[in-house]
């Protein structure tokens, strides 16, 4: 990857540069029997109609903070790299009284309703399915985002060294966000470009989105991310780990 990238939002447009059609996020639901494939070029567009989103109807500028209530999903890591893209705060977990704008799956509506900013709705139903109705006081995502654009440009460039992510209360900058990725990356065992990493490890702390997101996307390598991999049985994940030729697993505790 190239050495000067400096946040997230870089490390994608280098991984775009270097090979658009490898897949970037494989994610699996073992909830629903969902699997869904993103190459890095697929992931790139969601990403760059999630920023436009942010940016332009929800009025997001840099340093404002955006509380993303939502598990280890795909919508997430899209989410978390739009924020990037933006320049504004990922608070993973937070406050949505404190935030300017909070990003809710279907379990935390209630407490998304805190948030006295621009409320958006994840059904995360497969192939990023919408709401039957959309949730009262929340656009729904899967309604608002198709019709951004597909390319994205900041309307101001994004200070690496600003605050960029907050998670388990820690807040890091976009340049300690890819220093750290590309530090675990070595210990997670990835090992550049080829490298596929399985985690079943929620989003919830550092090592869980590093794992689940960052420390592949800083080597050039992929993560097959697991949600509800408790619900597999040790059979699955070995037929997982050979189908989708993983390099490496972190599943939590006992595992890995």
Not at 148 to 163: H, I, M, S
Not at 179 to 198: F, H, I, K, N
Not at 216 to 223: F, K, M, Q
Request: proline share 7%.
């Amino acid at each position: 990857m190239n050495a000067t990238d400096r946040t997230p939002a870089h490390l994608l447009r280098s991984a775009l540069a270097a090979d658009p059609a490898r897949p970037l996020v494989t994610f699996y639901d073992d909830a629903t029997g969902e699997r869904v494939e993103l190459s890095v070029a697929t992931f790139a567009n969601w990403v760059a109609k999630t920023a436009n989103l942010l940016q332009g109807e929800l009025s997001a500028e840099p340093g404002d903070r955006v509380a993303l209530l939502l598990p280890a999903h795909w919508q997430t890591a899209v989410w978390l790299l739009a924020c990037s893209s933006v320049g504004v705060v990922a608070d993973l977990g937070g406050e949505p009284g404190a935030a300017d704008i909070v990003v809710s799956g279907p379990d935390t509506l209630e407490a998304a309703r805190a948030c006295s900013g621009e409320r958006i709705a994840l059904a995360l139903r497969p192939l990023g399915g919408r709401f039957p109705q959309a949730p009262a006081g929340f656009a729904d995502y899967a309604v608002e985002v198709p019709g951004q654009g597909d390319r994205f440009a900041p309307y101001a460039p994004v200070d690496p060294e600003a605050p960029a992510l907050i998670v388990a209360g820690a807040q890091l900058t976009g340049a300690e966000v890819v220093e750290r990725a590309r530090a675990d990356a070595v210990e997670l065992g990835l090992t550049g470009p080829g490298s596929r990493l399985l985690s079943g490890l929620d989003y919830d702390t550092w090592d869980g989105v590093s794992a689940g997101l960052y420390s592949p996307l800083a080597t050039g390598g992929s993560v097959v991310l697991c949600r509800h991999l408790e619900r597999a049985d040790e059979g699955v994940v070995a037929k997982r780990v050979e189908d989708e030729r993983v390099t490496a697993t972190r599943h939590g505790q006992g595992h890995g």
